[in-house]
């Protein structure tokens, strides 16, 4: 196994960079898509296979808690050609609606014609939602209004998303790639959530 984990400082990569993806500035205002984050961690692949001299076909992204924020925006907004992208523990996510203005949402971003496919691409992409089942408490927890409004903790969050996910899909009758994975006595810890047999199952093709 090959594990690539860039680092992005906090200097260079405040929330509305990092964990919101850079699709909406610090002041509201929708970003051009050169500029968003999730462009670097498609970047970074093409390095990987550059300096590999190989193609790595078969690749996954994983990460938790503010990763798992950043994540969740490169599932919605930045097409790749990854083979799962398991999203943990996040305090919040792109919830699979138009109604909903990005970075919560996928709404005023993308024009009429377009925004449609973007919101069927974001259902069909092998994203899996990897929840701790005592995820309860609100150590760095994003409790914003946005946030809130999709449930109290990060674990109710998540069932939320997943659950709007597929309602959504089979409202439109659409492809859903989404997998809901969930692990049972632990918290708000990547090394225990990582280091389970369920991640095993979160990360599967």
């Known amino acids: 196994m090959l594990v690539i984990a860039p680092k992005f400082d906090r200097e260079r990569f ?18 051009p898509p050169s500029q968003w984050t999730g462009n670097l961690a498609i970047g970074v692949v093409d390095w990987v296979r550059q300096q590999e001299a190989r193609p790595l076909i078969a690749y996954s992204m994983i990460g938790h808690s503010a990763g798992a924020q950043f994540l969740s925006r490169i599932a919605a907004f930045n097409p790749n050609d990854a083979g799962r992208m398991v999203v943990t ?11 909903t203005n990005a970075p919560y949402g996928m ?20 994203v899996t939602i990897f929840l701790g089942q005592e995820d309860l408490g609100d150590e760095n927890r994003n409790d914003g209004p946005e946030a809130v409004a ?15 996910a597929k309602a959504e899909a089979q409202a439109r009758a659409w492809q859903l790639n989404w997998r809901l994975v969930e692990l049972p006595g632990v918290g708000h810890n990547a090394a225990k959530m990582f280091s389970s047999r369920q991640a095993l199952d979160a990360l599967a093709p």
């Open 14 to 31: 405040p929330g509305w960079r990092f964990q919101r993806g850079g699709i909406v500035n610090n002041r509201g205002v929708v970003q």
């Open 89 to 99: 523990n996040p305090s919040t996510y792109v919830f699979p609606t138009l109604k």
């Open 107 to 126: 709404g005023g971003v993308y024009s009429d014609g377009e925004a449609e496919a973007a919101l069927r691409r974001y259902l069909a992409a092998p």
């Open 150 to 164: 999709r449930g109290k903790t990060r674990y109710e969050r998540g069932l939320n998303v997943y659950a709007a």
